[in-house]
């Protein structure tokens, strides 16, 4: 398109040039959160992101994501993005365990390029949203720390078994360095888990009769 389309002022916002892109302003419509468009100066514009480490969705650099919006049906939708947002990161970053203190300042949940962090209120209510979908447990009851389930302990066990099957390690024991941080596992999934993480997903397999946890640092798996 040749000429920026007309747009109330009021759904304009100004922000940082977003990488990939030559926007520097976004129209959001408050009644259809998901729905917005990029401009430059004199075009629409596509939304690119740059193939960084992680890629950030749009909503990322758009200030008013940061902020928890009254109307119920945007609310909930800011909520949906930030879970998703949420449980991409860790798993790409791999990471189970936050302190909830030190959450807050984050790159997740602060992002410095446009000035803009969620407040504490609003970062409880996100992780409170996250523990009903079954995606967050508290590992305190004062809740300083928290685990961020991207996979379940079954999802993790039935991978685990997967490979155990797949590389002939049944009726084999493994060690628990071996399954997380061994040559032959490097490019799977769990490589690198959290080892209270691993131990969990192993009982379930021992619950199902799939293994048997050996000692302090072992499992043996069964056809």
Same mark, same amino acid.
């Given at each position: 398109?040749?000429? +920026? ?183 799977? +999934?769990?490589?690198?888990?959290? +080892? ?9 397999? +021992? ?17």
């Amino acid at each position: 398109m040749s000429s +920026e389309p007309h747009v109330p002022q009021s759904l304009i916002y100004d922000v940082a040039v977003l990488p990939g892109t030559l926007a520097n302003k976004i129209i959001f419509n408050p009644d259809v959160y998901m729905n917005c468009v990029l401009l430059n100066d004199s075009n629409v514009c596509d939304l690119q992101m740059g193939h960084d480490e992680f890629d950030w969705p749009w909503q990322y650099s758009f200030p008013p994501f940061f902020t928890l919006q009254p109307t119920l049906a945007t609310r909930e939708k800011q909520l949906e993005a930030w879970c998703s947002l949420i449980l991409a990161y860790c798993k790409h970053h791999k990471l189970f365990f936050f302190d909830t203190t030190e959450a807050a300042s984050s790159p997740l949940f602060h992002n410095k390029s446009i000035s803009r962090k969620l407040s504490s209120d609003d970062l409880s209510t996100v992780l409170e949203e996250l523990r009903k979908r079954g995606n967050l447990r508290w590992c305190d009851k004062r809740r300083s720390r928290f685990n961020i389930v991207w996979r379940t302990y079954d999802q993790w066990g039935k991978l685990i078994y997967d490979w155990a099957k797949r590389s002939g390690n049944v009726n084999t024991v493994c060690t628990l360095f071996e399954l997380t941080s061994g040559d032959e596992t490097t490019s799977e +999934e769990f490589f690198g888990l959290d +080892e209270q993480i691993l131990l969990q997903s192993l009982r379930t397999l +021992e619950t199902s009769k799939k293994a048997e946890i050996i000692g302090i640092d072992g499992v043996k798996f069964f056809s």
